[in-house]
Antibody
């Protein structure tokens, strides 16, 4: 049974940094691309970015490009999201999600809430 | 970026109704479209990939169709557990994007 568990969320002041983690188990983490998706309170879903299975390829939403960095440690089955220069509009539930095949995102975590507020 | 527009944004229906949600892309995306269901406080659940492939364990009352710029999600007979918000997502070109969502509520 695949499981993704996010951690690291919390309340942070504007301009500060935060790192989210996502621990994976129950599937071949190192073989599949991984994603971060966020959802602001009461709003829709937004793709934050993705990383290829080996970390060689990364893509980001324009809204976070240059501020957020996705990385992974396949030896630890863990995905990361480093968030710098946080803004109020980054306030959201952050989900990690994993592909089960090419362009099929079928593993989701329960999410971790990030609140950017002074 | 490719924009996805879902219609309607809100839908009120009764149990047993046939429901159709449309997703239109601002440019052609072949069949690289997925549909998700999300219930309050929960993560999205993948229903359909590649425009029309039903995921394992998803009831057969759900179906998807379409290609290029116009896609539909159909629920043939709405059940109580289907009341949720539905999102389409394009996976054709980066950044992958979602539609704004369609909330299906009980009439």
């Amino acid at each position: 049974q695949a499981q993704l568990v996010e951690s690291g969320g919390g309340v942070v002041q504007p301009g500060r940094s935060l790192r989210l983690s996502c621990a994976a188990s129950g599937f071949s983490f190192s073989s599949h691309a991984m994603h971060w998706v966020r959802q602001a309170p009461g709003k829709g879903l937004e793709c934050v970015g993705l990383i290829s299975y080996d970390g060689s390829e990364k893509h980001y939403a324009d809204s976070v490009k240059g501020r957020f960095t996705i990385s992974r440690d396949n030896s630890k089955n863990t995905l990361y999201l480093q968030m710098n220069s946080l803004r109020a509009e980054d306030t959201a539930m952050y989900y990690c999600a994993g592909e089960v095949g090419a362009k099929i995102i079928d593993h989701w975590g329960q999410g971790t809430l990030v609140t950017v507020s002074s | 970026d490719i924009q996805l527009t879902q219609s309607p944004s809100f839908l009120s229906a009764s149990v047993g109704d046939r429901v159709t949600i449309t997703c239109r892309a601002s440019q052609g995306i072949s069949s690289y479209l997925a549909w998700y269901q999300q219930k309050p406080g929960k993560a999205p659940k993948l229903l359909i990939s590649a425009a029309s492939t039903l995921q394992s364990g998803v009831p057969s009352r759900f179906s998807g169709s379409g290609s290029r710029t116009e896609f539909t999600l159909t629920i043939s007979s709405l059940q109580p557990e289907d009341f949720a918000t539905y999102y389409c997502q394009q996976l054709n070109s980066f950044p992958w994007t979602f539609g704004q969502g369609t909330k299906v509520e009980i009439k």
